[in-house]
């Protein structure tokens, strides 16, 4: 891993703003969820734009103008076909190179970290940028306070290059599973093959994200706690070493429970929900992003990454943090920050 970069679009709605029309509180979305405001985008800002600009801060951060191949995790592409990632090349100015989409929902940026990797390893690429980007509020049915609450907009990139194993910034193993048996409880039912767009669907708000979250609450923490688990042995750590664990941020809750389980104790798990709610694919690179700029993650760190996500998905992998000249973004707060660190 050789840089990182966030964007986040402008805009912040708080709990109170969507409590105006939500029969929703406060204080009921703060304690079952853990958030207090997100970003979300305006219209005519979708994701193309908020990987673009992700996607510039993290070749920034790696201190380089090109890269052999983008990748973009999104939930939320431009279209249904094609994908956003050709698009995104072409707008860094980088058109001619490899790019697709990864489309694994909130898991979205481990899926497409080990396709990175992969795409490294195999000679397709010297240098891959991956980038979760999510425009989730496109997709969320405004009325429906059980999904409005929860996400939130944004993107963060990490680009990636080959190197050495031992080498802080090495990508250790990543651990990947599906269980596709499950996949109504978090779905958009209408505006595919299976229930196509050119007629009507059974329901309009078929066309909008809908998630069975009391069931997916329950899959979350066991899945994500086991593929975690798995990346753990597979690295040959023990949970008493991992410096930095950065699971997906669906719930504050399931987060803090995925961590019980493991034994990691609180200090050492990454946490932006409060901020930025659920910002599905986009949710890791900006907890590197600002746990990067903030001195949080130093050079040699080992580093947990867990997710969990639509499908169901599930993945985990681990890391050592790399030495970063920079880290950029527009996170409230953060700026462009040089870090001092090693
Ligand atoms: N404001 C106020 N009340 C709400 C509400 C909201 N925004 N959303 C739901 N409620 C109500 C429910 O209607 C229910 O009312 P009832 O008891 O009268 O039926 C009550 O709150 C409790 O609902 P429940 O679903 O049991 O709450 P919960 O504690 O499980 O929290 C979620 C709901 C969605 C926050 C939680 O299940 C969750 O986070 N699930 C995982 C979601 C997730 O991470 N998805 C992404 C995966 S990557």
Known sequence: MAGVGAWLPPRVVTNDDLARHLDTSDEWIRSRTGIARRHLVDPGTATAILATEAGVMALKSAGCGDVDSVIVATTTPERLCPATAPQVAARLGLAGIAAHDVSAVCTGFLYGLATAAGQIATGVAERVLL??????????????????????????????????????????????????????????PAGGSGQRASGLAAHPDDYYFQMRGRDVYRHAVERTTEAAGAALERAGWRAEDVDRLVPHQANARICAAIAERLGIPPERQASNIERVGNTAAASIPLLLTEDSARGRLVRGDRVLLAAFGGGLTWGAATLTWPELGTVASNMPGLGDQPVGVG
Not at 135 to 145: E, G
Request: hydrophobic fraction near 50%.
């Open 131 to 188: 980038i979760g980007a999510e425009a989730f509020s496109t997709i969320i049915n405004p009325a429906d306070r059980e999904t409005a609450v929860i996400f939130g907009d944004g993107a963060g990139a990490v680009v990636l290059r080959a190197g050495a194993a031992d080498e802080p910034g090495a990508v250790g193993p990543c651990v990947l599973g599906s269980d596709g048996d499950l996949s109504d409880l978090i779905m958009v």
